[in-house]
């Protein structure tokens, strides 16, 4: 059994058998749709939510992961005699390591509770709990497990397009993203996750064409990158994704490649028909 236990939060939305087989707790974000309060992936779930989505007259809200479950997440761990390490979303997206430090701070200051800020969220992020959770069940120590997040982090990027800036922009968290503001319809942004924020890449002609580039992009930035790990996420657009997972798979020839949903919360904020690709190298 390995000493330590992984957390993230379900930002990430690593598949669920990656989830079992590797012991990954997940801390659940916090969706405010009118009256009611939902845990991100826990009552309520991809489908559901860009179904009510699309109807729905009020538009959700989203919140960081609570204290009360980061202490309770922590607490089950470390009386199973773990060490935790978590490996969470963006400061700059999100306040949730901001609760992890509260919720660590409730307990002896010698608990064995570290905490690293990924820099991104979605499977960016999961590619790095992966690699560290795969670290961690062969043995690696708390701090060995501490200094591959930090350098996976480094290692790691992710290029998505979406339909409209809409939801990014209500929500908040568009970054430099802002200038491509009023653009015609026609011209689809392509953004990525840098800095821990989201920033512009280019725009381009079409949904065809956004995809395609997508794929050169990664392609672009991981030559001569072995190994190469990749995640193709979206947002309510299943065959494409599924269509673009298998082009880039044929391309590239990662180790790993992975289709992965993007969470309710995530989702608040891009909004449906995204698609991205999540890449991690050399590790």
Known sequence: MPKVAIVTDSTAYIPENFLREYQISVAPQVLIWGDQTFEDGVDILPEEFYRRLKTDSVMPTTSQVTIPNFQKIFKNLLEQGKEVLAILISAKLSGTIDSA?????????????EIVDSYSTAMAMGLQVLTVARAAQNGASLAECKRMAEEARERTGVVFAVDTLEFLHRGGRIGGASRFLGTALNIKPLLEVRGGRVEPLERV?????????LVEIIEERTKGKSPLRLSVIHANAEEEARELLEEVTQRLQPAEAILSTVSPVIGTHVGPGTVGIAYLTEM
């Not at 430090?101 to 509770?113: E, G, N, V």
């Open 101 to 113: 430090i509260q919720a660590k701070a409730t307990f002896p200051s010698d608990a064995p509770i």
């Open 205 to 213: 002609r079409t949904r065809k064409k956004s995809l395609a580039r």
